[in-house]
C-alpha cells in the first residue's frame, strides 16, 4: 500500500486537496470517500422520495402546495450541491461537477474516470 508521502508526489494532486493525514494510508482515504459519497447520496434519494408521502398527507389535509413545495425544492438542491462537494480519492476535484445538476449518481469520476468504490488507484 501507498503511504501519504508517494500519494503527495503524484499528478496534480495535493495533500491539502485530498485531505490526508500523516498516518492516513491511500485506501484509507479512498474508503472515507467513498462513505461520504454514499452518505450524501443517501440523503439526496431519501429527500427526493420522502417528500412525495409528506406531499400527498399535505395535499390531503388542504395544506397550501407552495408551503411544501418551495422547501423541499430548496432541499433537494442544497443536497446536489452537497453531492457536488464530495472530492474523488485520485484527483482531487469534485466527483460529479461540472454535470452535479445533470447526474448526481455518476459511478466514475468525470474528471479522471475513477470508478466508485475503487480500493486504489
Known amino acids: 500500500?501507498?503511504?501519504?508521502?508517494?500519494?503527495?508526489s503524484v499528478g496534480r494532486t495535493t495533500q491539502a486537496r485530498r485531505r490526508l493525514t500523516p498516518d492516513m494510508e491511500v485506501s484509507d482515504a479512498?474508503?472515507?470517500?467513498?462513505?461520504?459519497?454514499?452518505a450524501v447520496r443517501a440523503v439526496l434519494l431519501s429527500i427526493l422520495f420522502g417528500?412525495?408521502?409528506?406531499?400527498?398527507?399535505?395535499?390531503?389535509?388542504?395544506v397550501h402546495p407552495a408551503l411544501f413545495f418551495i422547501p423541499w425544492a430548496t432541499a433537494v438542491f442544497v443536497a446536489i450541491a452537497f453531492v457536488?462537494?464530495?472530492?474523488?480519492?485520485r484527483c482531487?476535484?469534485?466527483?460529479?461537477?461540472?454535470?452535479?445538476?445533470?447526474?448526481?449518481?455518476?459511478?466514475?469520476?468525470?474528471?479522471?474516470?475513477?470508478?466508485?468504490?475503487s480500493p486504489e488507484p
Open 30 to 38: 479512498y474508503a472515507a470517500a467513498w462513505r461520504r459519497l454514499r
Open 84 to 89: 457536488g462537494l464530495v472530492r474523488c480519492p
Open 1 to 8: 500500500m501507498r503511504t501519504m508521502s508517494t500519494v503527495a
Open 51 to 62: 417528500g412525495v408521502p409528506v406531499g400527498v398527507v399535505l395535499l390531503l389535509l388542504h
Open 92 to 117: 482531487g476535484y469534485s466527483f460529479t461537477a461540472p454535470r452535479v445538476r445533470e447526474y448526481p449518481f455518476t459511478n466514475r469520476c468525470v474528471q479522471c474516470g475513477l470508478r466508485v468504490g
